[in-house]
């Protein structure tokens, strides 16, 4: 059994909301500055970079949230065997209720039949809680804000798809992704990031499409073929022309990762979680000692 001191943890998992909400972890800023770079000097491209990269600053040196949307609260977690959940489940819900007190959370769960707000972040399917066992004696923390706006965006095909001309092939699943941002337009607040499900059932291939969104932004598919396919759609999307915030220019989407599931032989899924240049995620791990180490 793994123990841990719950009233500690209850601080550590606030100081990871702060973080999330706050500071844009380091791959994600490195790729925004490489973007602004890539822009034509004095365009309206450049100049939204750079008022990005500005609030990016303000919003660490205050600490104050990023985006007033501080977004859909998901949690990934992963625990050593037989460590219990439902303790881990409610220590975040209270540190979510101190970081609204604190406002570095926005109350952002709203009842969908009353359409009253809970006003601390907290409610049914609020935040959103995926477990999974791992042979490690830690427990890792993962947290990622989404927004509102970008989640709008989000979308998910069938295959084949007669008006796209997608079929059920990796062309197929190219054309599709094209198509969603092309609908998107600068919606979502682009320059975006997505993360693609291919395969799975509805449910489970958007889960797919949103654990991708936990990788690094310099990391390299393990998959050749994804890898390039990730590689290329980056390429082709950014000839869109859309540009940050729909103004145009060289940068539309900073990153694509793409995971795949098994599929019935009936259903062929693509789903598409697209995510806003406010790309806030962190992470903890505490170790059976009782360390913590945020990343
Ligand atoms: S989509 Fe992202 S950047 Fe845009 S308002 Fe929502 S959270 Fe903020």
Redo the contacts with the bound molecule.
């Keep these: 059994m793994f123990n841990y001191d719950k009233s500690a943890l209850k601080g550590h998992v606030l100081e990871l909301i702060r973080l999330a909400a706050t500071y844009l972890p380091d791959d994600v800023v490195d790729a925004l500055r490489i973007a602004r770079d890539s822009e034509v000097e004095g365009s309206p491209a450049k100049n939204v970079f750079g008022m990005i990269l500005s609030n990016i600053d303000m919003a660490k040196n205050d600490s104050t949230p990023i985006?007033?949307?501080t977004?859909t609260n998901i949690y990934y977690i992963y625990l050593p065997e037989g460590t219990p959940t439902r303790p881990i489940m409610a220590i975040i819900k209270d540190a979510t209720e101190e970081a609204v007190e604190l406002s570095y959370l926005r109350p952002n769960a709203v009842d969908s039949l009353t359409g009253k707000n809970s006003g601390n972040n907290v409610g049914e399917g609020q935040p959103y809680f995926h477990f999974e066992e791992w042979d490690k004696d830690e427990i890792e923390i993962k947290l990622m804000l989404k927004?509102?706006?970008?989640e709008n965006v989000s979308t998910q095909y069938k295959l084949p798809d007669t008006k796209l001309g997608a079929g059920r092939d990796m062309d197929g699943v190219y054309k599709v992704i094209v198509d969603a941002v092309d609908e998107a337009q600068g919606l979502?607040?682009a320059p975006g990031i997505l993360g693609i499900g291919i395969g799975g059932d509805r449910m489970t291939s958007y889960g797919e499409s949103k654990k991708q969104l936990f990788r690094k932004m310099t990391d390299t598919n393990p998959n050749e073929v994804l890898a390039a396919m990730e590689v290329r759609l980056k390429d082709d999307l950014n000839k869109l022309g859309v540009g940050p915030m729909g103004f145009g220019g060289n940068t539309t989407i900073l990153g694509v990762k793409i995971g795949t599931l098994h599929r019935l032989p009936a259903s062929f899924f693509v789903s598409i979680s697209y995510m806003?240049?406010?790309y806030r995620r962190h992470a903890l791990i505490l170790s059976s000692k009782g360390e913590v180490v945020y990343d």
């Design positions: 985006c007033q949307d977004g927004g509102g706006g970008c979502g607040c806003c240049w406010a």
